[in-house]
């Protein structure tokens, strides 16, 4: 029967049929990009990424290696390449509202067209204003209007003059403007004449002063009124030749952009403003006040001028397509956008032209692709991202300014239109999806990329093809078809499935990539399954120290491992240590001591906190296969304790509770177990055997253990049968089972289990209920019997 739970060699690993590859080697296939393997994943992004409307953003999880980012950005690559060029988005200034910069929307490459024409109108006007308001055109304008209101100036102060007779008077034009001036013998009075005049002559002057000013009020205001009427047509000639010259430039566009409404109503702005602030045009400063100026006060001038300056917010010129935006450093500026402040002396100002574009702008139209980890380790930019995603719409604001600021600005917000696609794990989706309420409402579609894909000939190919796309891409050597099937085989061993190819397409370029050096180093033109072999061989040695220095002491006999003989009570476990890159299988050694008492069985990890929740329930477990077995018509009345030997560091996982089980019965029946034999597998309370992880590294582990000391007959391992599926041993352990050097079974049940390793039967209960005489179960039944009556002795 024992012989009858040995694996065959066939199933200890699926090897690749070479003859089904219709390639010599890599070189002969067609190459594709094709994602393989990820067809839930890849319907989920077609559909993410089509589908437009609000909340359906992306949320991508997987772990590392399963190209989950390659395949994101691929996906939203080519869709962007169907949709259209996003728009351009300016900011300019706020004529109205000067804190409130206003973004206008433009076509797809006019913005910086738009900007140019601008910049340049003004550079422009700098020089044609002045120019033509001191032309020799205008200067005759103002000379014939001049010599207008000269004339009837010269009228109201005629009429003034003859009024001014009758007082003695007469009426001057002087830099203080018109005065009245007393008259001495038909002649102006000169100042020393007043001086010498007495004061009853100043009384009565002053006098006739007044009464000529009360009389003459009329004829002054509409003198006044003549020189207002002069000087508004002068403005008017003024405007007139200014609104000209800006019209030279300003029809011009805004008859490319009528369409446009925003545009439209910025430039007239833009020029009523240029009008009312046109001695900023016409001022001609000394060089020496400008920088008396510019270090004292910063440079006013130019700060003027920046009003009239586009701020290219962003430009889509040069794009085709909509835009897809990798963020590796979403932090809350770099998302959202920035207010940038200048420094002047020690206060902080701004306007619009400082205000910068985060990522959600650049994507804006297209796709954002941010890392999960990154955004959630940003202070407030999650926050941010939440907020433009429910609203659609991004307001840029500073979080801290970090200074005095002296002004301060609050642009337009500008619509969004993306997609967001972020990555990460499953743990992190989790926890985004159980404890923030707004990620289900704004992200709610999951890409899940898989670990793993069916081994079938159309995998098969797709990898292939891969292999050759990589050595095409990387300018590796061609491999044969060996050396193909051979990563079919290291991928299913990844896999952990003889059904199944692994995902990780990172674990199989690194491969790839280091065969390709060790055949260079071994001068061959093709890289063969020799090189995988001992690329993959090289890659282990490079990272199991840890491994061999604990062989070192199973050797020297530093922790106690027998690999040979027989024991009551003791057996050896298997675990899988994990070293990072590297994982190994590890032998323990378990012990069960049974006695008389009602305590049950006692865990000693647990007793002193080294043994974890999974593993206590296991050992749980086994109290209730002995009460389900053996305990039906009496009481379980047992003590018993179990350890793992030599172990110093926390213990969890039951894939050990049918080992720890196997020592138990030993111990009860008394009967030894087979050191040779290791064992791995969880149990059930029914005495089923259930499958574990790790199976491939736990048996080649103890293999290794036995070679080290020796093979003296009879070494092997007895794994769950559910298990069967995930071998995919090395060749040297498939060469040993060959040659009766190494044995591997697969059980079902405990009763199996229990026969391999001591050699008796385990027998079933006849129609009485009681067990054959002599076998395991019998010997147990006896003892615990026996164990109940003890008990009830001393009651």
């Given at each position: 029967m024992i012989e009858?739970?040995?694996?065959?060699?066939?199933?200890?690993?699926?090897?690749?049929?070479?003859?089904?590859?219709?390639?010599?080697?890599?070189?002969?296939?067609?190459?594709?990009?094709?994602i393989i393997g990820q067809d839930r994943a890849m319907k989920a992004l077609n559909f993410g990424v089509s589908i437009k409307r609000k909340g359906y953003n992306i949320f991508v999880t997987g772990i590392t290696g399963?190209?989950?980012?390659?395949?994101?950005?691929?996906?939203?690559?080519?869709?962007?390449?169907?949709?259209?060029?996003?728009?351009?988005?300016?900011?300019?200034?706020?004529?109205?509202?000067?804190?409130?910069?206003?973004?206008?929307?433009?076509?797809a490459g006019k913005g910086c067209l738009f900007k140019k024409k601008i910049d340049a109108i003004i550079s422009k006007l700098k020089v044609e204003i002045p120019k033509a308001i001191s032309s020799k055109e205008v200067d005759d304008k103002k000379n014939i209007i001049y010599n207008q209101y000269k004339k009837k100036a010269q009228g109201v102060i005629d009429e003034l003059n003859e009024m001014a007779k009758e007082y003695n008077f007469v009426f001057r034009q002087t830099e203080k403007g018109l005065v009245s001036i007393p008259l001495v013998d038909g002649r102006p009075i000169k100042e020393n004449e007043i001086a010498e005049l007495s004061e009853e002559e100043i009384t009565a002057l002053k006098e006739k002063t007044n009464e000529l000013s009360i009389n003459a009020i009329s004829l002054i205001k509409n003198l006044r009124d003549v020189e207002e009427q002069l000087h508004n047509r002068l403005n008017q000639l003024t405007e007139k030749v200014v609104f000209d010259a800006i019209d030279f430039y300003i029809n011009p566009l805004l008859e490319e952009f009528k369409g446009n409404g925003d545009i439209q109503q910025f430039l007239v702005e833009l020029e009523d403003d240029i009008v009312r602030n046109l001695d900023q045009f016409l001022?001609?400063?000394?060089?020496?006040?400008?920088?008396?100026?510019?270090?004292?006060?910063?440079?006013?001038?130019?700060?003027?001028?920046?009003?009239?300056?586009?701020?290219?917010?962003?430009?889509?010129?040069?794009?085709?397509?909509?835009?897809?935006?990798?963020?590796?450093?979403?932090?809350?500026?770099?998302?959202?956008?920035?207010?940038?402040?200048?420094?002047?002396?020690?206060?902080?100002?701004?306007?619009?032209?400082?205000?910068?574009?985060?990522?959600?702008?650049?994507?804006?139209?297209?796709?954002?692709?941010?890392?999960?980890?990154?955004?959630?380790?940003?202070p407030y930019a999650w926050e941010g991202l939440k907020r433009f995603l429910t609203t659609g719409?991004?307001?840029?604001?500073?979080?801290?300014?970090?200074?005095?600021?002296?002004?301060?600005?609050?642009?337009?917000?500008?619509?969004?239109?993306?997609?967001?696609?972020?990555?990460?794990?499953?743990?992190?989706?989790?926890?985004?999806?159980?404890?923030?309420?707004?990620?289900?409402?704004?992200?709610?579609?999951?890409?899940?990329?898989d670990i793993e894909m069916d081994r079938n000939r159309n995998n098969i190919e797709k990898i292939s093809s891969f292999i050759a796309h990589q050595a095409q891409k990387e300018s590796l050597k061609d491999f044969d078809r060996s050396a193909v099937g051979k990563i079919i085989e290291y991928s299913s061993r990844i896999a952990e499935d003889q059904r199944k190819l692994t995902s990780r397409f990172n674990e199989i370029v690194e491969i790839l990539y280091e065969a390709d050096a060790w055949a260079e180093a071994d001068e061959q033109k093709i890289v063969t399954?020799?090189?995988?072999?001992?690329?993959?061989?090289?890659?282990?040695?490079?990272?199991?120290?840890?491994?061999?220095?604990?062989?070192?002491?199973?050797?020297?006999?530093?922790?106690?491992?027998?690999?040979?003989?027989?024991?009551?009570?003791?057996?050896?476990?298997?675990?899988?240590?994990?070293?990072?890159?590297?994982?190994?299988?590890?032998?323990?050694?378990?012990?069960?001591?049974?006695?008389?008492?009602?305590?049950?069985?006692?865990?000693?990890?647990?007793?002193?906190?080294?043994?974890?929740?999974?593993?206590?329930?296991?050992?749980?477990?086994?109290?209730?296969?002995?009460?389900?077995?053996?305990?039906?018509?009496?009481?379980?009345?047992?003590?018993?304790?179990?350890?793992?030997?030599?172990?110093?560091?926390?213990?969890?996982?039951?894939?050990?509770?049918?080992?720890?089980?196997?020592?138990?019965?030993?111990?009860?029946?008394?009967?030894?177990?087979?050191?040779?034999?290791?064992?791995?597998?969880?149990?059930?309370q029914k005495g089923m055997i259930q499958p574990i992880g790790g199976a491939n590294e736990k048996i080649e582990?103890?293999?290794?253990?036995?070679?080290?000391?020796?093979?003296?007959?009879?070494?092997?391992?007895?794994?769950?049968?559910?298990?069967?599926?995930?071998?995919?041993?090395?060749?040297?352990?498939?060469?040993?089972?060959?040659?009766?050097?190494?044995?591997?079974?697969?059980?079902k049940t405990i009763d199996e289990g229990i026969e391999v390793l001591s050699g008796v039967s385990a027998g079933q209960k006849d129609e009485k209920g009681n067990y054959p005489f002599g076998t395991i179960n019998y010997l147990v039944q006896n003892k615990l019997d026996k164990y109940a009556n003890i008990n009830k002795n001393y009651e």
């Open positions: 009858n739970l040995l694996i065959p060699i066939d199933q200890l690993k699926k090897r690749c049929e070479l003859s089904e590859f219709n390639f010599s080697t890599t070189k002969e296939i067609k190459t594709h990009k094709d399963t190209g989950r980012n390659t395949y994101t950005k691929a996906i939203a690559d080519e869709y962007a390449k169907k949709r259209e060029t996003p728009s351009d988005w300016c900011y300019v200034y706020n004529f109205k509202k000067p804190e409130s910069p206003r973004a206008i929307k433009l076509d001022q001609d400063e000394k060089e020496e006040d400008s920088l008396k100026k510019a270090l004292l006060k910063g440079d006013v001038k130019q700060n003027f001028f920046n009003r009239y300056e586009i701020n290219l917010f962003i430009d889509n010129s040069e794009k085709q397509g909509a835009p897809v935006v990798r963020d590796s450093n979403p932090n809350y500026y770099n998302l959202l956008g920035k207010i940038e402040y200048v420094n002047e002396r020690g206060i902080l100002r701004t306007d619009h032209t400082r205000i910068k574009p985060g990522t959600i702008h650049e994507a804006n139209g297209g796709f954002l692709i941010i890392q999960a980890k990154d955004i959630l380790r940003s719409e991004a307001k840029i604001e500073n979080i801290d300014k970090g200074s005095v600021v002296a002004e301060t600005i609050k642009p337009q917000p500008i619509p969004i239109n993306l997609k967001v696609m972020i990555v990460g794990d499953h743990y992190t989706y989790q926890l985004l999806y159980i404890y923030d309420e707004d990620f289900k409402k704004l992200f709610k579609i999951r890409a899940d990329f399954a020799e090189s995988i072999n001992k690329a993959i061989k090289e890659k282990n040695y490079r990272n199991n120290k840890y491994e061999e220095k604990l062989q070192e002491l199973f050797i020297d006999g530093t922790i106690l491992i027998d690999t040979y003989g027989k024991k009551i009570g003791e057996i050896n476990g298997l675990a899988v240590m994990d070293a990072g890159q590297y994982s190994f299988g590890k032998p323990n050694k378990i012990t069960a001591s049974t006695y008389v008492g009602k305590d049950g069985i006692i865990n000693i990890e647990r007793e002193v906190d080294q043994s974890g929740s999974i593993h206590d329930k296991g050992v749980l477990i086994l109290s209730g296969y002995l009460g389900e077995k053996y305990a039906k018509s009496k009481p379980l009345s047992l003590s018993a304790s179990i350890t793992f030997e030599q172990s110093y560091d926390g213990i969890d996982g039951d894939s050990a509770s049918s080992t720890e089980l196997y020592s138990l019965l030993s111990s009860l029946a008394e009967v030894p177990i087979n050191q040779a034999i290791a064992v791995t597998g969880s149990v059930n582990g103890y293999y290794k253990v036995c070679k080290q000391k020796g093979f003296k007959g009879g070494e092997g391992v007895i794994i769950p049968h559910q298990n069967i599926v995930n071998l995919m041993l090395d060749d040297e352990i498939i060469e040993a089972v060959e040659e009766g050097k190494f044995n591997i079974y697969a059980v």
